[in-house]
Nanobody, 121 residues
Framework: QVQLVESGGGLVQPGGSLRLSCVAS????????MGWFRRAPGRERDFVGG????????YYADSVKGRFTIARDNARNTLYLDMDKLKPEDTATYYCNFLKQYGDFNALDNWGQGTQVTVSS
């Protein structure tokens, strides 16, 4: 059974930074591309960015490009999201998930509990 456990969220001021983590289990972690998603209040869940199985390639939504960076540690089954220059519109619950393949925008499994990020002064 796939388990996804996100952590690292919190309250941060505009312009600040945060690092989110996601520990995944239930699949061979390094066989799959991984992605980050987010859901803001009153909105659908949106794709944030993805990373190849090796971590060598990444792609991002236009809204976060140049500010967010995805990385992974396959030895620790852990996915990261480094968020810089945060804006109030980045406020959302953030989720990770496996992807069917690199370049995909759809999650493969059920969701974890997510981690809340609030950007506010």
């Amino acid at each position: 059974q796939v388990q996804l456990v996100e952590s690292g969220g919190g309250l941060v001021q505009p312009g600040g930074s945060l690092r989110l983590s996601c520990v995944a289990s239930g699949r061979a972690f390094d066989d799959f591309a991984m992605g980050w998603f987010r859901r803001a209040p009153g909105r659908e869940r949106d794709f944030v960015g993805g990373v190849s199985w090796s971590g060598a390639r990444t792609y991002y939504a236009d809204s976060v490009k140049g500010r967010f960076t995805i990385a992974r540690d396959n030895a620790r089954n852990t996915l990261y999201l480094d968020m810089d220059k945060l804006k109030p519109e980045d406020t959302a619950t953030y989720y990770c998930n496996f992807l069917k393949q690199y370049g995909d925008f759809n999650a493969l499994d059920n969701w974890g509990q997510g981690t809340q990020v609030t950007v506010s002064s």
